[in-house]
């Protein structure tokens, strides 16, 4: 007979909040309905190759890049899912340029939600994986319906972060503080199922390092001499779609980078939605993340949309890339 004891994403949320006594219950709701989110867009992410929705429309978002049909498909799902629940006082979202306010109709809460509904979605046509990023901060402000204030926390006070990813299977990953877990989704039930506890990066990591290195002419004098170091005794894997560059990087080890380079001379990836939500994650298993000069935890936001350069994965080899970029400007 098949394995009767299943721990749901719902159980294993609601047994992590039992051992806070003080929580109020908002913040597991908030995690609820992201998975529902998510659901709702891996159905419409493994259909998209036999339904008419893949494609370009003739916006462009906030980065001036074109907004693929999927993409705010994604964006509007989570905002449908979490804008009335009296769980948030707002939200930011890559594909908005302003803070999304929760409509006066509704009730506010006391979290911020930041997220990407739909990263690495240049990837689509070519049916490789991609992924929803978010990051969930307490409100900070003292108005009653939050605002910029509430989204611009540095990482290290994120109670929550996680990511889905959409590939051979869909999975959620998320911490709040107590470790990484992994929730597969059982199509059959319609459930994510606990399939990966407690996730700890490698050690010793694999040796792997993951950078676009078409940029390489572009890169710093840092940058070029840190590559230098681990090509020969490491092996380079890149997807260009960071939630699964991330997730083989959590499961497998390695360094992940997105450098500051001369085109691109604040990085590429985005503080508040990419890189913060993922080095919490990392930290969380052991690793770590770093803007090659401090850690990503530990910047300051100063607005919604702002990029950073990006080195995270397993310590030691964050720690390799520090030393290399100590003095680096970056580009
Ligand atoms: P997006 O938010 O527009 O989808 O762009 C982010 C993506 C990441 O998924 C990935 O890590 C990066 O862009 C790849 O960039 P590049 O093609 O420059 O290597
Ligand atoms: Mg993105």
Request: hydrophobic letters at 35%.
């Amino acid at each position: 007979m098949p394995d009767t004891h299943i721990v749901t994403l719902s159980r294993h949320v609601v047994e992590q909040e039992r051992l806070y006594p003080q929580a109020t219950g908002q913040f597991t709701n908030i995690l609820f309905d992201l998975a529902l989110a998510a659901k709702v867009i891996a159905r419409e992410v493994n259909k998209a190759g036999i339904v008419d929705i893949l494609g370009r429309t003739d916006t462009v978002n906030v980065h001036g890049e074109s907004v693929q049909k999927l993409d705010e498909y994604a964006d509007l799902v989570i905002l449908n899912a979490m804008d009335h629940t009296g769980n948030l006082c707002c939200l930011g979202s890559e594909e908005h340029e302003e803070v999304i306010p929760i409509p006066a109709r509704f009730p506010t809460g006391e979290y911020a939600l930041l997220y990407d509904p739909l990263d690495g979605s240049s990837n689509i046509d070519v049916n490789v994986s991609i992924g929803t990023i978010f990051s969930i901060h307490r409100k900070v402000s003292s108005g009653p319906r939050g605002g910029l204030e509430d989204c611009l926390q540095p990482g290290r006070k994120q109670v929550a972060a996680g990511y889905v990813v959409y590939g051979s299977s869909t999975m959620l990953v998320y911490t709040s503080g107590a470790g990484v877990h992994g929730f597969t989704l059982d199509p059959s039930i319609g459930e994510f199922v606990l399939s990966h506890e407690s996730i700890t990066l490698p050690d010793p990591p694999k040796p792997i390092y993951s950078v676009n290195e078409g940029y390489a002419p572009y890169w710093s004098e840092g940058q070029k001499a840190l590559v230098a170091e681990l090509k020969g005794d490491h092996t380079g894997r890149y997807i260009g779609s960071l939630v699964a560059d991330f997730h083989r990087t959590l499961l497998r080890g390695g360094l992940f980078m997105y450098p500051a380079d001369q085109r691109q001379p604040e990085g590429k990836l985005r503080l508040l939605y990419e890189a913060a939500p993922l080095a919490f994650i990392a930290e969380q298993a052991g690793g770590r993340a770093s803007t090659g000069q401090i850690d990503i935890m530990d910047v300051q936001p100063t607005s919604l949309h702002q990029r950073t350069p990006l080195y995270m994965g397993s310590s030691r080899l964050v720690d390799v890339a520090e030393r290399h970029l100590a003095g680096d400007s970056g580009a």
